[in-house]
């Protein structure tokens, strides 16, 4: 399948997403680490994929989001940052409402 | 890459932006940007403005990683405690 129609529907297919370096339990990057980390505190199944494996998606990707780096984060379709963005809506709650919110829409 | 050439290159391309920018290793970056083109957008909006403006630099890895935060001048100045 072309890579962007693959990229699109693994975003589409799954309401809360993580593209990262690594894996939740064996990250390798501190970035992806850190939003990792706060996803998991919402205590929601995530997927995730790692890119490190994926040469093709971490090449893609940032095509497809116009977003050039890892992680990036995708609730219910939609591009919602990377480590900054989450870190900061971890710290003031928004990350646990969004994240309810997928959670529900997905039950 | 050196923290003048990214401030010069986020000021090119944005309104007025006001640059705060820190690295020690010339591929690791903290920004702190303020332009009013950030008005009514989405942070992750916000974040790709400064993006495009860097380029491809990310994809070149001339920049590994840009910790990256946006501000308004309004939003700025409430946080600074204006």
């Known amino acids: ?107 | 890459m050196n923290t003048e050439q990214i401030k010069h290159l986020i000021e090119a391309h944005l309104t007025d932006a006001q640059v705060i920018i820190r690295g020690d290793d010339e591929v690791h970056f903290e920004a702190i940007v303020i332009s009013p083109d950030f008005i009514g957008k989405t942070r992750v909006q916000q974040h790709r403005l400064v993006y495009a403006a860097l380029g491809e630099n990310f994809g070149n890895q001339s920049i590994h990683a840009l910790a990256l935060s946006t501000h308004t001048p309004e939003a700025w100045q409430q946080r600074s405690g204006g």
């Open chain 1, 1 to 107: 399948m072309d890579i962007m129609k693959h990229i699109k529907q693994q975003i589409e297919s799954n309401p809360i997403i993580l593209y990262m370096k690594g894996t939740p339990e064996f990250p390798q990057c501190g970035f992806s680490s850190q939003t990792a980390q706060a996803l998991l505190t919402t205590g929601a199944q995530f997927a995730y994929v790692n890119v490190l494996e994926h040469p093709d998606i971490r090449q893609n990707l940032p095509h497809y989001a116009d977003w050039p780096t890892f992680p990036q984060l995708y609730v219910n379709g939609e591009l919602v940052g990377g480590c900054d963005i989450v870190l900061d809506m971890y710290q003031n709650g928004e990350l646990q409402q969004l994240i309810d919110g997928a959670a529900q829409s997905q039950a």
